[in-house]
């Protein structure tokens, strides 16, 4: 009898592999990855559970050793919709508390915004919000000053050796100028936008962060959240826009009481 047992073990075992090859054989693309480790996963998890039914020690075994590693690998090749999902629970506004002097921010980065406008200087802003941006302050150049229309002048001047970075705004503070962000690899954008414009985009992509983009050819200012960009704006459009996106900006009262004394 137990000669029996093994011989339907070594088969089961057998098929099993042979099922998985067949689906990762014909598989290519980082959807078809997905979608055949979510097949494979189903698998084994039920796998398992009719083993321990069946009583079939070794692949009960075999399969729990299976399931650890399984779990690991999910964790990697789903990182990316694991990172946009905390994202998205940290945008949460139960998980968020209200912004009490947000219009004053807003005021200011529009005066600066339509300024650099209106002069065809162009500027690439980040707005942080819920999710850090030290790993991209940390490559620019620290300044940690309060936001003026004036520092924005002297960043983005075109001499200026910050000119073409972007600059990353904590509150009502510029913590850093002469970032490198991540481009957008959207396919879906026109190919009149220019570098400054696919960085702005980009870092929306991997973060929560608001970007507002100043055309240096045209003045035209637009700002880009969660990927999609909202293009050429007036004044009046331009603050909805941004407002509707900082709603749910926290700042800490610390925060709020160390810029009105800065």
């Known amino acids: ?9 070594i088969a089961m075992i057998y098929a099993g592999l042979a099922v998985i090859y067949s689906f990762v054989r014909g598989s290519t ?5 997905r979608g055949v480790t979510i097949i494979i996963a189903a698998l084994l998890v039920g796998s398992y559970f009719i083993a321990k039914f069946l009583h079939f020690y070794r692949i009960e075994l075999l399969l729990s050793k299976s399931i650890d590693y399984l779990i690991f690998g999910l964790l990697i090749i789903f ?4 990172r ?3 994202v998205r629970l940290g945008q949460n506004r139960i998980f968020r508390t209200l912004v009490r002097g947000r219009d004053d921010v807003v005021s200011m980065i529009a005066i600066a915004t339509f300024r650099m406008a209106r002069s065809r200087t162009g500027a690439l802003m980040v707005i942080e919000r819920g999710v850090g941006l030290s790993n991209y302050a940390e490559r620019g150049t620290t300044i940690d000053a309060k936001f003026s229309s004036e520092l924005l002048d002297t960043i983005f001047f075109d001499g200026s050796p910050l000119h073409d970075g972007g600059i990353i705004i904590r509150g009502s503070r510029i913590v850093a100028a ?13 190919k009149r936008l220019g570098t400054r414009h696919r960085a702005g985009i980009g870092i929306t992509e991997e973060s929560d962060a608001v970007s507002i983009i100043v055309s240096e050819e045209t003045g ?9 960009l909202e293009q050429d704006l007036d004044r009046e ?7 509707n996106a900082m709603s749910d900006v926290a700042l800490s009262d610390r925060e709020l009481a160390g810029e009105a004394q800065a």
Request: net charge negative.
């Open 1 to 9: 009898m137990d000669y029996l047992i093994y011989a339907v073990e």
């Open 29 to 33: 693309g980082d959807s078809a990855v």
């Open 79 to 82: 990182q990316p919709e694991l």
């Open 84 to 86: 946009r999902g905390v």
């Open 178 to 190: 002469g970032c490198l962000f991540p481009l957008t690899e959207s396919p879906t954008l026109s």
């Open 220 to 228: 035209r200012v637009s700002i880009a959240v969660r990927g999609e």
């Open 237 to 243: 459009a331009f603050e909805k826009h941004l407002r």
